[in-house]
């Protein structure tokens, strides 16, 4: 199966910048990967789409980070990245990359990271 691996998480002040990263592996040479995403979770709130992006490069974005966050993501690298800017406090949660993609000769399904910590400070 796939294993998704984030990083750049980390503590930064209101206003802020920070760049996460999730690289895709797998044991099998042979795989794919189609939407690529990251999801965040707030303490005591709901899990939530925060951007995806598909393998063409087409993006979408939740209504609350429009304007601040940018996906992108490297095909060569199976990696995706999501640059936050002006984060505020409501950007605190743990962040969770997402994939749809398959093992081949396997189906395709949804794979997840471990999710790294995002804090935002005042």
């Known amino acids: 199966q796939l294993q998704l691996v984030e990083s750049g998480g980390g503590l930064v002040q209101a206003g802020g910048s920070l760049r996460l990263s999730c690289a895709a592996s797998?044991?099998?040479?042979?795989?794919?990967?189609?939407?690529m995403g990251w999801y965040r979770q707030a303490p005591g709130k709901q899990r939530e789409l925060v951007a995806t992006i598909t393998s063409g490069g087409r993006t979408n974005y939740a209504d609350s980070v429009k304007g601040r966050f940018t996906i992108s993501r490297d095909n060569n690298q199976n990696t995706v990245y999501l640059q936050m800017n002006s984060l505020n406090l409501e950007d605190t949660a743990v962040y969770y990359c997402?994939?749809?993609?398959?093992?081949?000769?396997?189906?395709?399904?949804?794979?997840w990271g471990q999710g790294t910590q995002v804090t935002v400070s005042s």
């Open positions: 997402n994939t749809e993609g398959r093992v081949l000769p396997g189906p395709t399904r949804t794979y």
């Open positions: 797998a044991s099998s040479s042979i795989f794919s990967i189609s939407v």
